[in-house]
């Protein structure tokens, strides 16, 4: 009946053929480990000939292995990353065979989030494949009896032009595993004329996979003598389990036992939320007995918390003095004085990631050890929390990565994997712990609700001479601290301390709030609800001025400057300053180029039809977006075009940046369609797509057109940047076709859909 | 005994009649391709032909598949890609790519049936399959792309 036969321990289940190509887990691709090397995480790469980085390694075959140390989510960095390696490798890309690194702290971090894969590992990168090429150029040298310096690469292979001689990287590999890893002072990067792939980019590794099937996700691994888990857990944050009848659970054909899972101890951080998990033979078994549980909960503390309620709390706090975290200025003083004011409130309310792939893992303990399977965007942070939660020693934790059914920041978060484990060690076999989309979706780690109070004072041709804004959510810090109520540097720095306007007047604040649910990172996080409240302000106080939105926001934006955050505690996503300082020109340059790109001004639009612009940097990377849209009578709301520009220094890969920027424009939709995470006493009210929807091709974005500006730049982040100016451009678009002006998230407070 | 073919094959199921044909699929039979997305028919990701319909084998009880032929990405083509596929590599249509699969089988069971579709009848054919990457113009483009291709 099944055509699982004869597979072997430690193998995994594919169910069909292993594709080339494809991610392939598990350690059954080392054939050859070392005796004595009782290393438990070793690469083909560690394996290989030539070994001079843990990033790649070579074989007298000439197959590359470049190790993928990052999680694969759908950006391309598992591609992008070795493909910067094989460039100044200079490697021949259809001999480059990637493996997936499991968690490892040697391979430096390997949390993949804040879209900085690139721009974090991308020297790193060039060192590790011009080092192996030094190499490979010493040893042909050597064997030729000819200087160094009179050899070149160029392809694979080595070769010194005037005695006409070539020798393969294959064949050169044991030869240049004799001789000294160089300094990377000795290193000669290539120059950019000579970049085979950066900048031209590659479509994935797994491309092939993808379409076939045959890509691993954490939701497809499989190993033998598996069991399935699902979990009942607390319906409210806090919440634990008085007492439990599991006896018509255990009656469901294939349901083997329940298990209950402790509450977590303190701040929730990465622990499990506990609840009872119902194990089977097969993951609709799981489902079927956990929906037989009869469970009686003490909801705790957080049952008196209902989102509706918790608004008018926001919004109370907004509209009096806050924490001050930028000032410039004395703007008090401007709005003491009288005169003409505009405020507005904003509000963006709690959003689900719903990633395709709902949260999965699989574990096993055994011998004292776990070893994990598990679409983790932070492979290390699932060792920590295991190791605390089984009380073993972090070697002990192996933590393979598969694909990622996407992850958009939920993923970077290990609660998952570690009910896993607990459940393997409570069971004694390996256990995968399957959460329904509903799980997903009422479990999720928020992206934080936000209420937005602005003001500004307003001078001459409607600029403001004085502008206040303030800004109260629940802090992701919260999850590690519950007493944690004010925004962190790291989150007020996005989109808020770094409003990038030419004013000399300016009091930024940020006002306290408790978390009752868990807040996480959600792409593009706080950048979301602040480029939403600044952008849209700003194009009502356009509006009110009678003035064209472009020419305002220009205005605004003001002359090309270096914006000074002296007595700022700005982090700027964990960059220096100095690399990549905040250019008011940069912001300046791509709105102006959106503007020409989008024919700003210069197409007629109709009845029901308006467009929209925002713009706004955020990891790094600046963003100028124009949304154009069409509204009919029953507040239907349509996309067919949209424009957006973007200046991320130097990317390596344009067609996967592409990619993230179309994605981001869909993502974006969803948030202004439909995006609200609502709770009464305590419990999530959303479950699935029926009432957490996201958008679909006929409300998606009909075109959208990424045009990247070409820079030398040290290169910025691109999965995240383009969700923040996508919003409120669409929001100011819709109030140019309706003339209703959105300051509540969803667009169905507005009776459009 | 509930005897079906899946990808060519005879299968006969002694479990539980009421059990989605997407759990036999991927518990059982270890055919994975076809994903779970949301389990209430609402995504698509867990897309099959049965009986060359394009049919949401998370809703789709065994007791249904009684005499049918089962078709999943696995046996979408015997030999190399489908044209679908082909034109989802052309395009570079994946992300994370986990709803592409569904998104594959729709889109071939939708082109069996319409050889030159409209804008309009692709995104109507395509609108119960859910991308959360926003893939979805590159989607239309690749439909378009295998349309002409198939023609």
Aim: net charge neutral; hydrophobic share 40%.
């Amino acid at each position: 009946m099944s055509t699982i036969a004869n597979v072997s321990r430690r193998r995994f289940l594919t169910g069909g053929v292993i594709a080339a190509g494809a991610l392939v887990l598990g350690v059954h691709y080392y054939p050859k480990l070392l005796s004595g090397d009782k290393l438990p995480h070793d690469t083909n790469a560690d394996h290989a000939t030539l070994h001079p980085s843990v990033y790649l390694g070579i074989n007298p075959d000439g197959t590359v292995w470049i190790v993928a140390h990052r999680s694969e989510m759908g950006t391309t960095s598992r591609t992008t990353l070795p493909l910067v390696v094989a460039d100044e490798l200079d490697a021949d890309w259809k001999r480059v065979r990637i493996e997936q690194a499991i968690g490892d702290k040697r391979y430096g971090d390997q949390n993949t989030d804040g879209s900085h894969s690139i721009r974090s590992y991308y020297d790193a990168m060039r060192e590790a494949g011009a080092t192996a090429r030094f190499m490979l150029i010493q040893a042909a040298a050597h064997e030729w009896g000819v200087p160094a310096a009179e050899c070149d690469t160029d392809l694979h292979v080595v070769v010194h032009r005037s005695t006409n001689r070539s020798a393969g990287y294959g064949e050169l590999a044991s030869a240049a595993a004799k001789l000294p890893v160089p300094d990377k002072r000795e290193l000669k990067l290539k120059q950019k004329s000579t970049w085979r792939y950066i900048g031209k980019g590659e479509v994935s590794y797994d491309l092939e996979a993808l379409v076939s099937g045959k890509a691993i996700y954490g939701m497809d691994a499989r190993v033998e003598g598996m069991v399935y888990a699902s979990v009942e857990r607390p319906p409210v944050l806090g919440g634990k389990v008085k007492s439990y009848d599991d006896k018509d659970a255990l009656k469901v054909a294939g349901v083997r036992q329940t298990v209950p899972i402790d509450p977590f101890q303190g701040a929730p951080a990465f622990q499990p939320l506990g609840g009872v998990a119902v194990i089977a033979d097969n993951t609709w078994a799981a489902f079927e007995g956990r929906k037989k549980l009869k469970i009686s909960w003490d909801n705790g503390a957080n049952e008196t918390y209902n989102s509706d309620q918790y608004k008018n709390e926001l919004r109370e706090t907004s509209h009096s003095p806050c924490k001050v975290v930028r000032n410039i200025g004395d703007a008090g003083a401007v709005f003491a004085k009288g005169g003409k004011v505009y405020e507005a409130d904003y509000y963006v309310p709690l959003l689900a990631h719903a990633s395709m792939e709902p949260v999965v893992a699989l574990a096993e303990f055994k011998d004292g050890k776990a070893t994990l399977w598990a679409p983790t965007q932070n492979p290390q942070a699932a060792q920590d929390i295991v190791s605390k939660e089984l009380g073993i020693p972090k070697e002990d934790v192996i933590c393979h990565v598969t694909l990622l059914g996407g992850g958009f920041g939920r993923k970077s978060k290990p609660d998952y994997v570690a009910e896993a484990a607990v459940l393997s060690k409570k069971t004694g076999r390996p256990v995968k712990v399957v959460w329904t989309r509903e799980d997903d979706i009422k479990f999720d780690y928020y992206n934080a609700v936000a209420s937005m109070y602005m003001k500004a004072a307003l001078g001459a041709h409607g600029k403001p001479t004085a502008w206040l804004q303030r800004s109260v959510f629940p802090p992701i810090p919260s999850i590690f601290d519950v007493n944690t109520v004010y925004g962190d540097p790291g989150h007020l720095q996005q989109g808020w301390t770094d409003i990038p306007y030419d004013l000399s007047n300016l009091r930024v604040e940020n006002g306290p709030a408790k978390a009752h649910v868990r807040i996480g990172w959600l792409r593009s996080v706080a950048n979301i609800y602040h480029a939403f409240a600044i952008q849209c302000f700003t194009d009502e106080l356009a509006h009110a001025a009678g003035r064209d939105p472009l020419d305002y926001l220009l205005d605004l934006i003001g002359n090309p400057r270096t914006i000074d955050f002296k007595g700022v505690e700005y982090p700027n996503y964990g960059a220096s300053m100095d690399a990549y300082p905040w250019e008011t020109g940069r912001l300046r340059h791509v709105t102006e180029m959106v503007a020409e790109k989008s024919g700003w001004g210069k197409r007629k639009h109709g009845k029901g039809t308006g467009v929209g612009i925002a713009a706004h940097r955020s990891f790094l990377t600046y963003v100028a977006t124009v949304v154009e849209v069409e509204v009919n009578d029953q507040g239907e709301v349509r996309i067919p075009r949209v424009d957006t520009v973007l200046d991320a220094g130097l990317v390596v890969n344009p067609e996967a940046t592409r990619a993230q920027f179309e994605g981001a424009a869909v993502f974006g939709t969803s948030v202004v369609r439909s995006g609200e995470i609502t709770a009464t006493k305590g419990a999530i009210n959303q479950s699935n797509f029926q009432d957490y929807p996201v958008a679909r091709i006929t409300e998606a974005p009909y075109q959208t057109n990424v045009h990247i500006v070409e820079s030398d730049a040290p290169p910025a982040g691109v999965g995240e940047p383009g969700v923040p100016p996508f919003v409120a451009a669409l929001c100011n678009a819709i109030f140019d076709a309706t003339g209703k002006r959105v300051r509540d998230l969803p667009i169905t407070k507005l009776g459009l859909s | 005994m509930i005897q079906l073919k899946v990808n060519g094959a005879e299968q006969s199921f002694n479990g539980e009649p009421e059990m989605p044909l997407l759990w036999y699929l991927r518990d059982v039979l270890g055919l994975t391709g076809s994903k779970f997305g949301c389990g209430v028919g609402l995504c698509g990701a867990c897309t099959v032909h049965v009986n060359g319909q394009a049919t949401r084998s998370c809703v789709t009880v065994m007791r249904a598949t009684a005499g049918k032929e089962v078709t999943t990405i696995e046996g979408l083509e015997k030999n190399g890609l489908h044209a679908v596929q082909k034109a989802w590599m052309q395009i570079n249509v994946p992300q994370c790519g986990y709803c592409q699969v569904g998104q594959i089988m729709q889109a071939a069971a939708f082109l069996d049936s319409k050889k030159k579709p409209t804008d309009h009848e692709i995104d109507d054919a395509m609108s119960g399959n859910l991308c959360r990457c926003g893939t979805d113009q590159r989607i239309r483009a690749a439909i378009k792309a295998a349309a002409e291709e198939m023609a």
